[in-house]
């Protein structure tokens, strides 16, 4: 099996709620790596002990995962550049009024630059469903990565259960939840060998 950097799936410690997404959990047989929003799931890393903190049912989560018609990701140039931080409006600072009590520390999201890759809103559509662009960069990453197609969300629909995008690589399986809405960044997409 290839080697895989399983942190880019895991959550940023400072932004994250659950303090196990922030680092791969080892459980049964496998290795998960998410932060809530992307997970792929590997064979066990050698001598990982488990992840006693992560609930069991994160094993679960892969049960009804799709290998149905598998197909290339679509063609994409990331946007390149940065933009102000939406968090901090571009100051760098975390101003919060404690009634009345002001204390200001350094943005998370950006680290105190006030700026953010552009890429971390831009979002991209495929066949209805709305992806945040930097997670598809992300699985473009893995070893020869391929996209479910035969098992596809489709548009986001109020009231209706949103299932993830199913994908496969050299060595696992992942999973990735649409957005609701599309950035002000947003590209349409189409699947490699479909007319437009």
């Known amino acids: 099996m290839p080697h895989i950097d399983l942190q880019p799936f895991c959550g940023d410690h400072g932004l994250i709620v659950r303090d196990y997404l922030s680092r791969p959990i080892h459980i049964g047989p496998w290795t998960i790596a998410t932060n809530g929003h992307i997970a792929i799931r590997i064979p066990r890393l050698p001598d990982a002990a ?3 903190t992560a609930p069991a049912s994160i094993a679960t ?3 009804s995962h799709s290998t149905e018609d598998l197909g ?3 063609l994409f140039t990331p946007p390149a550049g940065s933009c102000d931080c939406a968090d901090c409006g571009g100051t760098g600072e975390d101003i919060e009024d404690d009634y009345g009590r002001i204390t200001t520390s350094t943005c998370e999201r950006c680290a105190g630059t006030g700026k953010i890759p552009l890429l971390h809103v ?3 559509e495929i066949s209805g469903a709305i992806l945040a662009a930097r ?3 992300i699985i473009r990453a893995l070893p020869f990565p391929k996209l479910a197609y035969g098992h596809w969300p489709g548009a986001y629909e109020p009231g209706r259960d949103q299932h993830p995008v199913h994908f496969i690589f050299d ?5 990735l939840m649409p957005m609701r809405y599309a950035h002000d960044t947003h590209f349409n997409l189409v699947r490699p060998g479909v007319a437009a």
């Open 171 to 175: 060595g696992g399986i992942g999973q």
């Open 61 to 63: 989560i892969f049960d």
């Open 72 to 74: 290339e990701l679509p």
């Open 122 to 124: 831009t979002s991209v």
């Open 50 to 52: 488990d992840t006693l």
């Open 135 to 137: 997670y598809l960069e």
